[in-house]
Every structure is written in structure tokens, then in C-alpha cells.
């Protein structure tokens, strides 16, 4: 019997959890027209698989139809969700993981125009600025229906083979009725009294006692501190978490400090890279204190070594791992076989969040197996030859390549021109609130290590330095370089200095700075913090209606708090047409998609972001010396069937390259060319 306190079993009414750490709420958005199919449930039995001891699924299921989802929800309000619900549970159940689901009804924290178009409905008459619809005030049939649909959807959960339901009582209706920020009604259920405030959670808990009876467990998520002025306070808070524990109703608190209904505000709730970990973990910890409650929580707890210290310090009876897992699925696993340093760290980028506050799917930014557990592997199966493999290029990309065919058994080689690994992630590390970023890069490399990998850095690597190795395969990772080219003008603009540039150091602000930013992901708001920073002046313009699309929400938050107190300003929708030297300044003449409309203004420095243009020489010199000249079978490529193309029956090895060596993306995309291409070959 292992003494780590995390994997000590705990005991939660009748159910025993077989140890302390768990997923909490999440919708990864991952269900089919609202139901929770085949991606779903093997997202979640990977994870139990694993050893996690309660998987609480959804974040959360609707419980009525005037609560349509905000992103792809489960539709708990319908009874064909029953044997959906039961396949996830029987997934989780087959490897010893207990499943709960969370239930919400969503009140002002959505639209009225998706779904069947009904008004969204809330105690509130105010909209909530994040997702924009003014909500109907709430009438006595309106918490009736409400209430009763909160039953008939735990019923529906209860029969589909769940452990029990979480109530999510933070930021949606059931915490709108109970904060004084957020309740305008008069009456039983209006904001005139704490009591008044609670009745509307207390009399769901009550319907759904009645309902499933005593023994089904029932716990709630809500906010214990709304951290805001004028809201719910830490003292009132305590009360709410004593109320709840002596209704007799609740059998776990699940506590959150802070509110959602802003970008800012759901940050500091759901902190990212380079904010503090486990920001409210002593707060969770004196509710569990004050109430002696079974206390679950989850807010920035990436590491092992912080849960631990949850557990084993008495703050918590259950942590919360969910982001980390979604990094790595198999932490409880590696945990059990004594092998934490191989756990690959969540990095805080919170590009799985940002995507599902986006409308898209949850993904992480360096494991792409994660939610395509039906098509890639989490574990990697040893390839039945063992093949000479070059790569040059040691960016997220090249490494994971390097990573996967070691794992595969191949020899592995890896050229790289710079000193020290890490391509555009070494540079983006550079900003000290990114530096966890380099994370992705030292796990990779330990990996490697750990394989036999042979590197050879500071080497660039020619076509002879490749095929003097005699491989069978090569890839070309070598990444791009700044695009430094305007819209459609076919010149590169030698006035201008690249994003890059800036956050490299290689060149310093200037006084006056305009940061031109036609790609709209981290480089140009990273160079904006370096120029601001530095007592610059700084102009960020964009031809695009909205500035940073692909930075998105969450992680746009640190670089408002950190520009909006400086002599910042942002455009949009004007384009950079030209730029001259006039004097000992830079003319810049901008004008608009939308018109014909023309400005000349004069800037000490123009920084451009415009995304890269691939580092391809190498490949198209290797193209004619290898058997595919470069081809991909997409088909193959997508469906995980190995690449057999033949092109050229001279060729002597196969070649692909990944990543911005093909054209500007990101970081997963790096790592899922490298994943999907090299698990087959």
C-alpha cells in the first residue's frame, strides 16, 4: 500500500473513490447534436484507463430548453441523452472510475438566437458582458418549469448509470439568483436577503431529493467569494457553505473564488501561463475547515508536488487535475509506477479553454491526441522495423518527430542549426510570463535522452550532411522565418523590423512604435509589451475588424493588464500600404479595405508581424534524391494507414516535412504533423 497521499482512497457517502485526484467539470465540446457519443466517452475513458478515481464530465449539461449552449454542450433536457450516458459511464466504470456529470441551467451566460430561439432568462436584467443577450426577467412559472427541469434531468442522469450530479452555482442562473450582483427580483427568490438569494438553489436541491432520493450523491460548484465589490463576500460565503452543509442535501463542495461574466474575470478564476498556481487552494481549504464538508477544487493545479500538498495538508479531500490531464491523461498512471518526471506538463498556454470560448473543440497545445483518442495514440506502439531517421529542425515540431520514433524504435538523428532547442517556442519563452512555454520543448528533449536520440546543434544542415547518414526517412522541421512582405506587394519591406526582432532583443524600441499586425497571434502583442515596456509609444493597427483573433480571449487578459496602463493605443481596420523614410523618421501610408480612404503618419519604427514564410531550401534540394519527391497521401495521412507514395524509383529514402517548414501555424499543428506522420512510419 503506497503512502502518497494521492493515492489514498476516499470514501464519499457510499461511494469510494480509489484515490484523491480527479477531472472536474470541463465540456470539452466534444458531443454529436448534443449527446455524448463515441469522441466523448473515449476523451473520458482514457483518463479512467489511467487511473484517475471520478471523472465529472460536462461543463456544463443543459437542463432546459431556454438554456441553450454557448459552445457544444450535452443536452441533458432530453431523454435520448439516457443511453449516451449510460455508454460514457460504462466506458469510465469498466476501469474502476467513478462518473459524475454537472448540470446547469445557464440563465444570462448565453443567446437567445441558437437553439429553439426562446429569450434566455435570468433574476438579472442586466446582459452578461461576455455573451451579450439581455435576458427576461425570471416569473413564478419560469422558476417552477426551471426547478423541475433540474429533477427530470438528474433523474435522466441517475438512470444513465451516473455516480451522482454536481449543481454548477457560479456565474450561471443558480448563482445569479443567489449573488446580490446579479438579482433584481422582488419576492421568495429576490435579492433582498441572503435567504431570498438561496431559495432558488435550495429549492432545485429539494426537487431533486425528492426526486432520487437521499442516497444518490449530489454536490455543488459555486462561488464562495465573488472577489468583486458589492458581491459575495468570504464571510458570506462561509455562511452559503454552511447553509449548504446543513440542508443535509449536499454531499460535496466543490468551492470557486471569483466570477466569469468577463474575460478578465473568468481568468483570475481559471488562471494561465504565468499567472500563480493554485491561487485559491487556502480558500477552498478554511470552507472545508468551516464546514468539515467533503471538498473538492481545481484552479490552476498543474504539478503533482501542489496536489500533493492539497491532499496531504487537509485543504482538500479531492484535487482537481483537469488541464494537466488533458496534457497528459496518463499522470495517476506514471504516478503509480514511479515515474512523475515523465509526466508532460501542462504549460498553462489554456489554448483548450480559448478554443472552446471560440466555438471550436478543446485541444491541447502539445498533445494532440488529446480528443482524438479514436484516431491517435496516447502511447506509442514500436514500429515491426527498425529505420534510419534524419531530422533537421529541433522546434516543438522536429522534436516531437524525434519523440515518436524513438518511441517507435527507429535511430533517430536531429540536426539543428541553433545552439539550443526550441525554435519559435525558445523565443517566445523569452517573455517572462511565457517562460513555461519552454516546458513543451524540455519534456520532448528529456524524452529524447532518454532514447538515444542523437543531436547535433549548431549545425546547419546541407543536403550531403543528410544523405551521408543513409536514412530511410527524413523530415524537415526547419521551421520559417518573418514574413516581411505587405498585402499582395511582392516587396520586402526593409524599413520595417520584424516582431521577432524586438522580442529576440536584436533590436531596441524607438520612441515613437507602430506594431502592424496583419497575422494576429502572440508575436505582435508580445512586441507591443517589449516596445510599452520600454517607455515607447505604441500604435497597434490591424486590417481585420478585431485585433489578436488568434491570441482569444483568456490569454488576451495579461497582455490588457499589461499594455492598457501605457501609452498604448489599438486600430483596426486599416491596412499598411507603404513605408518611406522621411527625414529621420518613417512615413507610413495606410489605408482601409473598406474604402479608398488614405492617411500618411509618421513613426520612429514600424514593427511587422505577418506570420512566416517557410525555411524550405533543404527540402526542395533532398525532393529529387528521395522516393516520394516530398508527397503526401492525405488519405493515408488521415485515416493512420502509412505513406507509400512513389514517385521517383531512384529515390533512396522517403521525405515529408511538418510544421511552418510547410506554412504558418502554430504550435499543435507542429506537433500533430509530427504525431499522425511518424506513429505510422
Known sequence: MSRDPLLQPYTLKHLTLKNRIMTTSHEPAYPEDGMPKERYAAYHAERARAGVALAMTAGSAAVSRDSPPVFNNILAYKDEVVPWIRQLTDACHEHGCAVMIQLTHLGRRTGWNKGDWLPSVSSSKHREPAHKAFPKLAEDWDIERIIS?????????????????????YGHLLDQFWSPLTNDL??????????????????????IRDRVGDDFIVGVRYTADEAATGGITPEEGLE????????????????????????????????????????????????????????FHAARIPDVATARHAVADGLLDMVGMTRAHMADPHIVKKIVEGREEDIRPCVGATYCLDRIYEAGDALCIHNPATGRELSMPHTITPAGTRRKVVIVGAGPGGLEAARVAAERGHDVTVFEAQPDPGGQVRLTAQNKRRREMIGIIDWRMAQCAARDVTFHFNTFAEAGDVTALSPDIVIVATGGLPNMELFETGEEQTLAVSAWDLIAG?????????????????????????????????????????????????????????????????????????????????????????????????????????????MDELYFALRPLSSNEGAVDHDALTSGRPQKVSRNPDGSFQLFRIGDAVSARNTHAAIYDALRLMKDL
Not at 444513465?160 to 452555482?169: A, T
Not at 485585433?547 to 490588457?560: E, H, R, S, T, W
Open 240 to 295: 452559503i457553505s454552511r447553509r449548504l452543509a446543513d440542508s443535509g442535501m449536499v454531499d460535496f463542495l466543490n468551492v470557486i473564488r471569483g466570477r466569469i461574466h468577463t474575460d478578465p474575470a473568468m481568468t483570475d478564476v481559471i488562471p494561465i501561463q504565468g499567472m500563480k498556481s493554485a491561487p485559491h487552494l487556502d480558500f477552498a481549504g478554511a470552507v472545508r475547515k468551516a464546514t468539515g464538508m467533503p471538498t
Open 186 to 207: 422582488d419576492g421568495p427568490y429576490g435579492g433582498a436577503t441572503l435567504e431570498t438569494r438561496m431559495a432558488m438553489p435550495m429549492a432545485v436541491l429539494r426537487a
Open 506 to 614: 536584436d533590436v531596441k524600441p524607438a520612441e515613437t512604435v507602430l506594431i502592424y499586425d496583419e497575422s494576429g497571434d502572440h508575436p505582435g502583442l508580445m512586441a507591443a509589451e517589449v516596445a510599452a515596456e520600454a517607455g515607447a509609444r505604441v500604435e497597434v493597427m490591424t486590417p481585420d475588424r478585431t485585433f489578436a483573433p488568434d491570441i482569444m480571449g483568456m490569454n488576451l487578459v495579461p497582455y490588457m493588464r499589461s499594455l492598457q496602463d501605457k501609452d498604448t493605443i489599438f486600430t483596426v481596420a486599416r491596412r499598411l500600404l507603404d513605408i518611406t523614410r522621411e527625414g529621420n523618421q518613417l512615413k507610413a501610408t495606410i489605408g482601409t479595405d473598406y474604402s479608398d480612404h488614405r492617411v500618411e503618419q509618421f513613426y520612429d519604427q514600424v514593427v511587422v508581424n505577418y506570420g512566416t514564410l517557410p
Open 149 to 169: 427541469d433540474f429533477a427530470d434531468a438528474t433523474e435522466r442522469m441517475k438512470e444513465g448509470g451516473m455516480d451522482g450530479i454536481e449543481l454548477q452555482v
